[in-house]
T-cell receptor, first 112, second 114 residues
Framework: DGGITQSPKYLFRKEGQNVTLSCEQN?????MYWYRQDPGQGLRLIYY???????QKGDIAEGYSVSREKKESFPLTVTSAQKNPTAFYLC???????????FGSGTQLSVL | QKEVEQNSGPLSVPEGAIASLNCTYSDRGSQSFFWYRQYSGKSPELIMSIYSNGDKEDGRFTAQLNKASQYVSLLIRDSQPSDSATYLCAVNPSYGGSQGNLIFGKGTKLSVKP
């Protein structure tokens, strides 16, 4: 089945630690996105990538980093500079302009 | 700052009734509008998209768009308990390099009582 796979489902971060959230898609989509969702809040865009080896900052990129070395993969690193990382992280992808946005199942990140 | 506003609810309706969810947006140049359903702890699922003024129907769902009033709504007919979820309104603004740079409202929580 085609889709977007996010892992892990739950992740815990210690103080000063960098953690990486995985996102893999087999939909052959060009564009991929990372969103953050806080309780009772809408989704906020962290980073997006329209093609391999290129990515752009979203509205809340500070404290996060990404890479897009393969079309299928768009991992997100939450760095120690992100002081309030606890949130639900959603990866999404889209084939092209004005197409449907597909979401992965999400990763819940918490701070120990 | 471009914004999308929704009543957070909760909106409670009896089973079989019509649920009406509303959304306003600030970017007058916006062209694409979406409604996503999100169950607790799950990822959003697209249920309706609308691009031109008027109504668009899909089964029990009807999306309504009024660009002059910068208003988009979602009607759910014959509401079922399984419709209980948070409904997110999303707007594609007139700026930004990618169609996926949607601006999301905070969502309206709908509860359908049996």
């Amino acid at each position: 089945d085609g889709g977007i796979t996010q892992s892990p489902k739950y992740l815990f971060r210690k103080e000063g630690q960098n953690v990486t959230l995985s996102c893999e898609q087999n939909l052959n989509h060009d564009a991929m996105y990372w969103y953050r969702q806080d309780p009772g809040q809408g989704l906020r865009l962290i980073y997006y990538s329209q093609i391999v080896n290129d990515f752009q900052k979203g509205d809340i990129a500070e404290g996060y980093s990404v890479s897009r070395e393969k079309k299928e993969s768009f991992p997100l690193t939450v760095t120690s500079a992100q002081k309030n990382p606890t949130a639900f992280y959603l990866c999404a992808s889209m084939m092209g302009w004005n197409e449907k946005l597909f979401f992965g199942s999400g990763t819940q990140l918490s701070v120990l | 700052q471009k914004e999308v506003e929704q009543n957070s609810g909760p909106l409670s309706v009896p089973e079989g009734a019509i649920a009406s969810l509303n959304c306003t947006y600030s970017d007058r140049g916006s062209q694409s509008f979406f409604w996503y359903r999100q169950y607790s702890g799950k990822s959003p699922e697209l249920i309706m998209s609308i691009y031109s003024n008027g109504d668009k129907e899909d089964g029990r769902f009807t999306a309504q768009l009024n660009k002059a009033s910068q208003y988009v709504s979602l009607l759910i007919r014959d509401s079922q308990p399984s419709d209980s979820a948070t409904y997110l309104c999303a707007v594609n603004p007139s700026y930004g390099g990618s169609q996926g740079n949607l601006i999301f409202g905070k969502g309206t929580k709908l509860s359908v009582k049996p």
